[in-house]
């Protein structure tokens, strides 16, 4: 089977949640005999992956001068009142670099699927599957999230024309697609509420590279950032300029880390990815930016603390603390998604002050957490890429049968 998967371009390495999907959705369906080329945005090549390994393609000089009209569509996307920080995910639409590149490798190669990440990459796509007019190709939308209500929620400059534009295009993308693939039955239920056919959507959960896990090197991380043996590593990831995740460092550092301080506890953050907010630098605190090796880095840590309140899709986060054994504390909407269960694969905690008294828990008596990282350990392996792979086959096999 062959798949030509259309998405954003910021994926190597990959840093956030969304670029670990992509990569290891690409990784892992070639493993399983599927040939997959990646087709990333704003870029003059092209990925295939074979047998798990992956070719770096540069187009022909034709499609590689193709001008980039992202100028005029800023100011499209602008005037519809799409937020800044999100035209990265809606420059699609419009991009003439990669809808003619799209439709170059779909005339060029015989695919059986067309996959878009993200609703907007549906029209480049759409577009792709239209050039083989005689052949039968299938296309599919991954929805990370619902966009127009993660964006409506995240971000503080978007207005009511601006989420009722993006409720639009989702739509729209949803329409074009032969079928659409949320992350979690929350995710599905929302787009069944905007009016999308039931038939039309179907659930396969984020996943976790698990052969990521293994050999991992925890203590070379906590001697090379110079954290004592003694300290207890609070640890949380993400993309900091997402609002969600930026709350949720802040509440880490400033109420749960300055509370424990206070109490006499030697604790320290360890907070992993891009964009980190500078204003909480203090001492304790590791902001690290982005990091290839993330699993050495969840390694290094003793918690890990999930206090999200705002998001959708599946938090692939608390996957990869799963992965890495570690105890989890964390929000009901931090493990959404996932069918944890709390007191078993992960501890619940609502408020700040519920946070501080696991931890001094944990101070007192490591015992209960260490077993909570190993059913957390358990229950991910359900999770490993290669299941959601096969996922995705048997899907495509329905379609195209």
């Known amino acids: 089977m062959r798949i030509l998967l259309i998405s954003r371009g ?40 074979r047998k798990g390994e992956i070719e770096e393609i540069q187009f022909s000089p034709f499609l590689r001068d193709i001008k980039s009209n992202i100028g005029k569509i800023d100011s499209i996307l602008e005037r519809m009142e799409i937020p800044k920080e999100d035209h990265i995910l809606y420059r699609p639409l419009l991009a003439r670099d990669i809808i003619l590149r799209a439709m170059a490798l779909s005339f060029n190669n015989d695919f059986d699927i067309i996959q878009a990440e993200f609703p907007a990459f549906a029209i480049p796509a759409f577009l792709a599957k239209k050039v083989r007019i005689r052949r039968k190709i299938k296309q599919v939308l991954v929805e990370h999230n619902v966009e127009f209500e993660r964006i409506g929620i995240s971000s503080p ?3 009511k024309k601006g989420i009722k534009n993006l409720k639009r295009i989702e739509k729209l993308a949803c329409r074009l697609s032969d079928m659409i693939v949320t992350v979690s039955d929350n995710d599905r239920e929302k787009l069944l509420g905007i009016g999308i056919s039931g038939t039309k959507v179907t659930v396969i959960p984020h996943g976790v590279d698990l052969e990521n ?8 991380i906590r001697e090379k950032l110079g954290i004592s043996s003694d300290a207890i590593v609070l640890f949380y990831h993400g993309v900091y300029d997402y609002k969600p995740n930026r709350d949720a460092l802040f509440r880490i550092v400033n109420n749960i880390f300055m509370s ?17 907010p ?7 605190v590791f902001l690290t930016g982005g990091v290839e090796n993330l699993p050495d880095f969840i390694d290094a840590s003793d918690l890990c603390l999930v206090p999200l309140t705002g998001g959708g899709g599946t938090r692939l986060k608390i996957l990869e603390y799963f992965a890495a054994k570690k105890p989890v504390i964390s929000t009901l909407k931090g ?9 078993v694969q992960y501890i619940r905690a609502e408020r700040d002050e519920d946070f501080v008294r696991y931890i001094e828990q944990y101070h007192v008596s490591k015992e209960k957490f260490l077993q909570i990282g190993e059913n ?17 086959i048997k899907l495509y096999q329905n379609l195209i049968s």
């Open 376 to 392: 957390g350990f358990k229950f991910v392996q359900q999770y490993d890429w290669s299941n959601i792979a096969r996922l995705y």
């Open 157 to 159: 400059s978007i207005n």
């Open 10 to 49: 910021d994926v190597f390495p990959p840093f956030h949640g969304a670029a670990s999907r992509i990569v290891n959705t690409a990784k892992y369906l070639s493993k399983e005999s599927c040939e997959v080329f990646f087709l990333p945005s704003q870029s003059d090549k092209y990925y295939v992956f």
């Open 278 to 284: 500078t204003e909480l630098k203090r001492e304790g």
């Open 260 to 276: 424990l301080k206070q109490k006499g506890i030697n604790v320290v953050v360890l907070a992993v990815g891009q964009d980190p």
């Open 213 to 220: 896990y293994v050999n991992l090197q925890g203590n070379e």
């Open 335 to 343: 493990v959404e998604g996932i069918n944890a269960k709390d007191g």
